[in-house]
């Protein structure tokens, strides 16, 4: 009698939802590596640090309280429009923005809001971009205090025929003349456009100057001769009358910085960070003092409520 094929024997119930479950758990365990997720009912390790990833160019938004005991006062907001410098690239510090926060807190006893929205690399057309945007004109509306850093980044294509020293040449002419007029006009359209969205006194938006439009200190004298040194100073005090000058035209206040930085330590260096192009935690917060001086007192906030500055 031919021997019949038999099927193999099913496993029981229990072995498949068993294999099943494990199946599950490898999944949402890769997922969980692979995504950053932690799934239900699993608490992360207490040495765990939840990280949360925004874009480069996503506004920070920072809220300093006064100290405690005082007497709370309606908030005051802050906006700081411009580059590298107030976005705080290459400092790994508060950028001066927040410190300023930090620092007008203290001198109005009252919450300050501040909203950091600095862009690396930006020039003054990408700020008249930026002010065309819902989210922008909504910040600067509601601001009592706009700070402005911008301008640097304009004269980025003529960056090696100043620190060459090659614009003072006999024969070549002015390398920078349309862009300082060309950034002049922008500014002052801006500021245009924020002193119309602002309900706010004009002379509550600080425009700043640089202390340098390129590198500075050791940086500068290892990479570029004494002319070019001397070459992206004279750039510099150009650039920062062209700001002071859009600032006046719109009620605006300018902010020296030059002068600071210059009489502040004995080499600029110790201000910078190791690129030699940005503030390193000293040079922020001397901006943020600078700034808090120059500033109108008292500060009024946005909703028109007088204060009165100690």
Request: glycine residues 8%; charged residues 20%; aromatic residues 4%.
């Amino acid at each position: 009698m031919p021997m019949s094929r038999q099927k193999p024997a099913r496993p029981s119930r229990f072995w498949t939802v068993a294999v099943t479950v494990v199946v599950a758990v490898g999944v949402v365990a890769l997922l969980g590596v692979t995504t950053g997720l932690v799934p239900l009912g699993v608490s992360p390790s207490a040495h765990s640090r939840p990280v949360t990833v925004t874009p480069p160019s996503a506004p920070v938004t920072t809220t300093v309280t006064p100290r405690p005991g005082q007497r709370p006062r309606s908030r005051l907001r802050v906006v700081a429009l411009g580059d590298s410098v107030t976005a705080g690239s290459a400092c790994g510090c508060d950028a001066f923005p927040v410190v300023y926060a930090r620092l007008l807190s203290h001198q109005q006893h009252r919450p300050v809001q501040v909203e950091n929205l600095g862009v690396a690399g930006l020039g003054s057309a990408g700020m008249l971009s930026q002010l065309d945007q819902t989210s922008t004109a909504r910040d600067v509306a509601a601001a009592d205090v706009v700070l402005v850093t911008i301008g640097a980044n304009d004269f980025s294509d003529h960056k090696s025929d100043v620190t060459q020293d090659v614009c003072t040449r006999p024969g070549n002419g002015d390398c920078v003349s349309d862009e300082l007029d060309a950034m002049r006009n922008r500014v002052s359209a801006a500021l245009a456009r924020i002193r119309r969205l602002r309900s706010g006194p004009p002379g509550q938006v600080l425009v700043t100057g640089y202390w340098n439009v390129f590198e500075d200190g050791k940086v500068a004298r290892q990479s570029y001769s004494s002319a070019g040194v001397a070459a992206t100073v004279d750039l510099t005090v150009r650039a920062n009358a062209e700001l002071r000058r859009a600032a006046d035209a719109n009620g605006a206040t300018y902010v020296d910085l030059l002068g600071p930085f210059s009489r502040s330590a004995r080499d600029i260096t110790q201000l910078l960070a190791g690129d030699g192009d940005h503030p390193d935690a000293r040079g922020h917060q001397l901006i943020a003092r600078t700034l808090l001086a120059a500033g109108p007192r008292p500060v009024s906030s946005a909703a028109g409520t007088a204060t009165t500055a100690p």
